[in-house]
Structure formats: structure tokens, C-alpha cells
């Protein structure tokens, strides 16, 4: 049974500083998605990350996937307020061709303070 | 494109109520599958379908049904509400490579009394 644990999960930041959230998962996957998820809100897409030593970057986000490890980073880079929500990693566990199942991790609620 | 829809948002049930929530996309996604989210739970998977006509099981399908008869619509039946299923359902879908993540519906939040 795949398992997927996110640590931290609970991240207070301050402003202008840079952290990093880890995402270990079990089992052999080969994709592995990050969600960013505000109070009340739906699940937005952050990045899709399909093979071994990717690496994608947007804004201040940036997530890599080590396959080898089941190891996924999200780190953040010199946060801001509006960093502020929950992540969340989620893994394919249907290696080499997906069924259209996730399994997630419980998530980590950032807050950054000024 | 409307991408996933989802009704009704909200929802209040009785113990032993019956009740169908319905999910639909419009993005002609082969992929589909539904999740409920419980504080400090995380998403959990309850089933996912492949395509029309198929389904499976995910982490916690107990006390919840679907069918998926076309590739737009694919309802999650409770079939005897539990306070347990009080919760948030997100229904999801992708197209089949899932190389392009999945789009999530805005949800609908249920309470079981």
C-alpha cells in the first residue's frame, strides 16, 4: 500500500526567508503532482512532475522529483504573504502507466508572516 | 469550457438519507475520480474510473457507490448517510496520459446529522 508523508506539517515563515517542504512516498511511482489548496477553496495545480530528476520552476516555487530516493521537494524562495495556503503532494502509484488514481499527502499549511 | 462541475456545494443529510452527488466535466477526460478531504486527512481516494463503463475501489469506498455510463458524468451515491461522511468531496478528472495533472472540481460540503 503506497504511503505518501509530507513534513513539515505545519510551516510558519516569515517574510523574505526560504524553506523547503519534503514529500516521501513508499512505493516505485513515476509521477508525482503538487497542489496548492487556500481556505475554502478547490485544489489549483502547481506542477506535474513526470520523471526522475525533474525539476520546474515557477515564481518563487520550485519542486524536483528523485524517483530513486521517493523523494519530492517544494522549496520556497524568499516567501511572501501570499505564499501563504496548503500544499499538497500527491503520487500516481501505478508505475509506468497511470490508472487515474492518487494517493495524497495530508498536507502542509504555510503561513508567512510579515 | 466549464471544466469539473460539481453540485450541489452544500448539503445537509439526515442519518440514513440517501443522496447522489453529481460530477461532470466537459474537457472529454478519460479519468475521473472522486476524493473526500477531512481536517488533518489530507485528500482521500473513495473511487476512480478509467473510462465509461469502468470503475475501482480506492482507500475508503465503503458506504459510497458510482457508475460512470458516460465519459462526462460520473455520480457518488451514499447510499444510507453516516455522520462519518461528513466531509468535503472533490471530484477530480484528467485525461488519460494524466501528463497534464488533474482538474479539480470546486467541491461539495456534506453534513451528516
Known amino acids: 500500500e503506497l504511503k505518501v508523508e509530507q513534513n513539515p506539517l505545519f510551516l510558519s515563515m516569515q517574510e523574505g526567508k526560504n524553506y523547503t517542504i519534503y514529500c516521501n512516498y513508499s512505493t516505485t511511482s513515476d509521477r508525482l503532482y503538487w497542489y496548492r489548496q487556500d481556505p475554502g477553496k478547490s485544489l489549483e495545480s502547481l506542477f506535474v512532475l513526470l520523471s526522475n530528476g525533474a525539476v520546474k520552476q515557477e515564481g518563487r516555487l520550485m519542486a524536483s522529483l528523485d524517483t530513486k530516493a521517493r523523494l519530492s521537494t517544494l522549496h520556497i524562495t524568499a516567501a511572501v504573504h501570499d505564499l501563504s495556503a496548503t500544499y499538497f503532494c500527491a503520487v500516481d502509484p501505478n508505475y509506468g502507466g497511470s490508472q487515474g488514481n492518487l494517493i495524497f499527502g495530508k498536507g502542509t499549511k504555510l503561513s508567512v508572516k510579515p | 469550457n466549464a471544466g469539473v462541475t460539481q453540485t450541489p456545494k452544500f448539503q445537509v443529510l439526515k442519518t440514513g438519507q440517501s443522496m447522489t452527488l453529481q460530477c461532470a466535466q466537459d474537457?472529454?477526460?478519460?479519468?475521473m475520480s472522486w476524493y473526500r478531504q477531512d481536517p488533518g486527512m489530507g485528500l482521500r481516494l473513495i473511487h476512480y474510473?478509467?473510462?465509461?463503463?469502468?470503475?475501482d475501489q480506492g482507500e475508503v469506498p465503503n458506504g459510497y457507490n458510482v457508475s460512470r455510463s458516460t465519459t462526462e458524468d460520473f455520480p457518488l451515491r451514499l447510499l444510507s448517510a453516516a455522520p462519518s461522511q461528513t466531509s468535503v468531496y472533490f471530484c477530480?478528472?484528467?485525461?488519460?496520459?494524466?501528463?497534464?495533472?488533474?482538474?479539480f472540481g470546486s467541491g461539495t460540503r456534506l453534513t451528516v446529522v
Open positions: 477530480a478528472s484528467s485525461p488519460d496520459s494524466s501528463d497534464y495533472g488533474y482538474t
Open positions: 474537457m472529454n477526460h478519460e479519468y
Open positions: 474510473s478509467v473510462g465509461a463503463g469502468i470503475t
